[in-house]
């Protein structure tokens, strides 16, 4: 069955350091990719996405996302942390006419 | 574009008592909408999905009498919690799918439902 793990459940970063988060999955053929954040009690925004092509993906605010089939990861960068960043991070596979989301990250981000 | 919106954003009601959340697309057609549970601090769980014109096809575990699912129109679907209980209290989201995208969905801002 389709899987995405998020290793890291919580992550702690300084304002200002570059940042990664983690995302594995588990699928039988090339898989859709989303990354979507969350502020508390809001709905999702997507930041980026990977269908094909360039596997490395820009998003908005300054996101992007790098797709290894190798790895099976599909990691999601930003090179300096914001104080605006704070939240619950997802990823997300897309296959088969649905969409599966991993357990989130939450960052926090120290000034 | 492709926004959705969801109501009431927040609601609280008696234990036995019905609440309907509204799920609508405001600038697209949506054939499909999806309706998923959040738990705090948790992932969200897919609860079922709608294609307009047709019963929702529930995951396993969610009880459909439960969860009464509407999509009655292309830009419309409903959830109604039946007989809410306290453990029905969670954070309900719906997302829709653009007619023609397999994949892609957008999602509403949530309602936080709150049983007493």
């Known amino acids: 069955a389709q899987s995405v793990t998020q290793p890291d459940i919580h992550i702690t970063v300084s304002e200002g350091a570059s940042l990664e988060l983690r995302c594995n999955y588990s699928y039988g053929a090339t898989p859709y990719l989303f990354w979507y954040v969350q502020s508390p009690g809001q709905g999702l925004q997507l930041l980026l996405k990977?269908?094909?092509?360039?596997?490395l993906v820009q998003g908005i605010k300054g996101f992007e996302a790098e797709f290894k089939r190798s790895q099976s990861s599909f990691n999601l960068r930003k090179p300096s942390v914001h104080w605006s960043d704070a939240a619950e991070y997802f990823c997300?596979?897309?296959?088969?006419?649905?969409?599966?989301f991993g357990a989130g990250t939450r960052l926090t981000v120290k000034p | 574009g492709a926004v959705v919106s969801q109501h009431p954003s927040w609601v609280i009601c008696k234990s036995g008592t019905s609440v309907k959340i509204e799920c609508r697309s405001l600038?697209?057609?949506?054939?499909?909408m999806f309706w998923y549970r959040q738990f705090p601090k948790q992932s969200l769980m897919l609860m079922a999905t709608s294609n307009e014109g047709s019963k929702a096809t529930y995951e396993q575990g969610v009880e459909k009498d439960k969860f009464l699912i509407n999509h009655a129109s292309l830009t419309l679907s409903t959830l109604t919690v039946t007989s809410a209980h306290p453990e029905d209290s969670s954070f309900y989201i719906c997302?829709?799918?653009?007619?023609?995208?397999?994949?892609?969905?957008?999602f509403g801002p949530g309602t936080r439902l709150t049983v007493t």
């Open positions: 990977y269908f094909s092509g360039d596997t």
């Open positions: 600038d697209f057609q949506a054939t499909t």
């Open positions: 997300a596979v897309g296959e088969n006419n649905d969409m599966r």
């Open positions: 997302s829709a799918r653009v007619a023609g995208d397999l994949y892609e969905q957008y």
